[in-house]
C-alpha cells in the first residue's frame, strides 16, 4: 500500500452517493493517493468504502474512522479483509472507540475504558475466523489515537495512529511515542481565506461540535491549552493551531510543520467559507495536487 505523503479527508453525508464518487474520481485524477471518510450518524463507512472503492482503480479509501461499537470486531475483520481482496488492496482501517454521548447515548451502548476497550477489540479482531480469499497482503490498521495510552496502543497492535484536530507540536509528540516505523497519520482542518477575522469565524464554527466532546477537550488540555483557551469557542490561538488559514503557502506550510514533526501522511480536511465540513470547497485540493507538483 503506498499511502504517499498527502490525503484527503472529506465527510459525505451531506451528499448522494453519486456525488461523492464523483469527487473521489477527481481526487484520482489529482494524484492524491487516498480518501479518508468518517462515520457518523449517517453513511456506513465500509459499505461508502466498497462504493467508492469499484468506482475508482487506484485510489486508497481509509476509514477515519470506523466505529468500534457499530459493530463487533469479526464483523470489522471480515469487512477490512473482503475490501481489501476485492480492490487488490486499496482499503486502510480506521478505527476508534468514539465518543460517549454518541455511543451511549445514540447508539445505547455502554461506553468502556478507551485503552482497554480497544485492546480487546484489536486482539478479537487479530484472531477473529475468515474462511473466504484472504488478500494478497496482510491489511493494515490505523487507530484513532490523541493521548499517550492510545498511541502506545496503536504503535503495539495496529499498523499505527490516525490523529484528528491535532497541531504539529501534537504529531511531534506522537512519533515519539509510537516509534519510528509505524504510520502516523494526522487529519489538518484547512480554510483557503485571507481574512482573519472571516477565518477564524469560519473556523470557530467547524470547532464547536468538538469542544463538547471530553476525549478531544481533554487533548487539548494535554497539549498546553487551558480552560480559557478553550471558553467561548476557542481564542484566536486555539484557533490558528487547530485549522490552518489563509493562502496556499500558509496552508502548505502548515502541512510542512506536520511532515517535520513525524508525519507520514497528512489528510487534509477543507472547510467551506461559512465553516461547514459537509460539503468541501476544492478549490485548495486542485491547489495541493500532487499531480500538479
Given at each position: ?23 473521489a ?55 477490512q ?5 476485492q ?41 477473529a ?54 504510520l ?54 486555539f ?55
Open positions: 500500500m503506498k499511502l504517499g505523503r498527502l490525503g484527503v479527508w472529506a465527510a459525505f453525508d451531506g451528499v448522494s452517493a453519486a456525488a461523492a464518487l464523483e469527487f474520481r477527481r481526487i484520482e485524477r489529482w494524484g492524491y493517493p487516498a480518501l479518508w471518510m468518517p462515520e457518523g450518524r449517517g453513511r456506513n463507512v465500509l459499505v461508502h468504502a466498497a462504493f467508492l472503492l469499484s468506482g475508482t482503480s487506484r485510489l486508497i479509501v481509509a476509514s477515519g474512522i470506523a466505529n468500534i461499537y457499530a459493530r463487533d470486531p469479526m464483523a470489522m475483520a471480515s469487512a479483509r473482503g475490501l481489501n481482496e480492490s487488490d488492496g486499496r482499503f486502510l482501517l480506521g478505527i476508534g472507540v468514539s465518543h460517549r454521548p454518541i455511543v451511549a447515548t445514540m447508539r445505547g451502548h455502554a461506553y468502556g475504558p478507551p485503552v482497554a476497550t480497544m485492546r480487546a477489540y484489536l486482539d478479537a479482531m487479530r484472531t475466523p475468515y474462511q473466504a480469499p484472504l488478500p494478497t497482503e496482510p491489511p493494515r490498521t490505523v487507530v484513532a489515537a490523541l493521548g499517550p495510552r492510545m498511541l502506545a496502543l496503536s504503535a503495539e497492535l495496529a499498523d499505527g495512529a490516525h490523529p484528528y484536530n491535532v497541531a504539529p507540536e501534537h504529531t511531534q509528540k506522537a512519533r515519539e511515542i509510537v516509534g519510528p516505523g509505524k502516523l497519520c494526522p487529519e489538518q482542518m484547512v480554510l483557503l481565506d485571507t481574512d482573519p477575522s472571516r477565518a477564524r469565524r469560519a473556523a470557530r464554527a467547524a470547532l464547536a461540535p468538538y469542544l463538547q466532546l471530553d476525549n478531544y477537550v481533554n487533548n487539548w488540555l494535554r497539549s498546553g491549552f487551558s480552560d480559557a483557551d478553550l471558553a467561548g469557542g476557542g481564542t484566536d490561538r484557533i490558528d493551531a487547530m485549522v490552518a488559514w489563509g493562502d496556499e503557502t500558509a496552508i502548505r506550510a502548515r502541512i510542512q510543520q506536520h511532515w517535520d514533526a513525524g508525519a507520514d501522511h497528512v489528510c487534509v480536511q477543507s472547510l467551506r467559507p461559512e465553516g461547514s465540513r459537509q460539503t468541501r470547497d476544492e478549490r485548495i485540493f486542485e491547489l495541493l495536487a500532487p499531480a500538479a507538483d
